[in-house]
C-alpha cells in the first residue's frame, strides 16, 4: 500500500471481510477475502455477485473538441456513439502496439466518460486535450461498483424502472435507493451485469443495502481476483498481465499488436487515422505469437508463468489459469506459439506445481455465443 494515492470510501468494508487491500493502480484493492475465492465464482455464475472495481480510472471529458480528442487515442468511430450508449475500444502507440482498453460512454452530445485499467489511457487523453475545446476530469469521487450474474437484473428491477430494457453496452442516468447513479450494462465476467457508478458519499449506502438484501437470494460480495477466474472463461485480457510488460521478449522492447491480442476487432470498419493506424495495419499477419485458450488436464489451476511446450520445445506461457468447480475444467490464457494457437493442438504444462498434459483451446470457454450479457428481457 506504499504507492496508494487513490482511496475507495469501501475501503473499511474490505478490511472487515479480510481484505488487506492491495495496491492495484495507486488504489487499495480488495484483492481476496477471508473465503473460499471459488464460492464466489459460483455465486457470480449462478446468482449474483457484488464486486467494489474503483480502482479502474473514471475519466470526463467534456465539450466540442472532446469527440475528436477520442477519435484520434482509440481505435473505434465515436461519431457512430450516441448519449446513451458505450463502446469497447483499444489505445495504441505510434508502433501500433496495445498500451490499453478501455470502455468510452456518451453521456450528452458535448459529454463523455472513458474508464480505464492500469495503462496510459489518462495521459493520453490530457495530451491530445491540450490546446483544444476540451476538459478533462479525473473522477476518483466517483466509485464503481459492479452487480453481475444472471440474479443482478431482478434485484435491480425491484428499485429502476427499465433496467429491463437497458441493452448491452447501453447506459441510463437513473437513482438507486434514492441516491443519482449511472448504471451501465457492461461488466467483466462474461454474465449479464452492471455496474453502478455512484458518488463516495453513497457507494457505502448502496453496498451495504445490496449486500443485506442480496444475502437472502445468494448475492455475495466478491474480491477483485475472482474477475480472473472469470475472464479466462470469458476471454477477457487485462492489461498488463496477459501482455509483454509482464512477459518480454528477450531482443525488443514491450508492446503487443491487436492481431496478437486477438483484439484487431475493436477497430472500426474502414477508420483511420488514429493513432498508430498505419503501423497496425502493417503489422497484420506479422504475428510473433497468439493470445489462445489452453485446456488442462488436471484437477486444478496451473500457475501465472508455467510454461508450455510442445514436442520437447517451449511454445508459450500462462498468462492466466483458473479452475471451475462447477465445470470441473482446467482451463488457461496464454501465449502461444502461432503454429500451436490451433484448436486440439496437443501441448504441455511445465510449471511449479503442475505438470500435465493439454490442449489448446478457442476462446471463449463459458456462452461462446454470448447470449448470456445479451440477453434481452
Partial sequence: MALSWRFSALADRHRALGSKLEDWSGMGTAWTYEKDMSEEHVAIRTKAGIMDVSGLKKVHLVGPHAIAVLDYITTRDMTKIYPGRSVYACMLNDRGHFTDDCIVYRTGPNSWMLVHGSGSGYEEIVKQAAGRNCAVLFDDDLHDLSLQGPLAVDYLAKYVPGIRDLKYFHHMQTTLFGAPVMISRTGYTGERGYEIFVRGQDAVMIWDRIVAEGKETGIIPCCFSVLDMLRVESYLLFYPYDNSQMYPFADQPPGDSLWELGLDFTV?????????????????????????????????????????????????????????????????????????????????????????????????FDDPEKKKRTAVG
Fill in 268 to 364: 472500426s470498419p474502414g477508420k483511420t487515422g488514429f493513432r498508430g493506424a498505419e503501423e497496425h495495419a502493417r503489422l497484420k499477419g506479422r504475428e510473433r505469437f497468439k493470445i489462445f485458450g489452453m485446456l488442462i488436464d488436471a484437477d486444478g489451476p496451473a500457475d501465472l508463468g508455467d510454461e508450455v511446450y510442445a514436442e520437447g520445445k517451449k511454445v508459450g506461457v500462462i498468462t492466466c489459469p483458473s479452475y471451475s468447480t462447477l465445470t470441473k475444467r482446467s482451463m488457461a490464457i496464454a501465449r502461444l506459439d502461432v503454429d500451436k494457437a490451433v484448436q486440439g493442438a496437443k501441448l504441455e504444462v511445465h510449471g511449479k506445481n503442475l505438470n500435465a498434459r493439454a490442449i489448446a483451446h478457442t476462446l471463449t
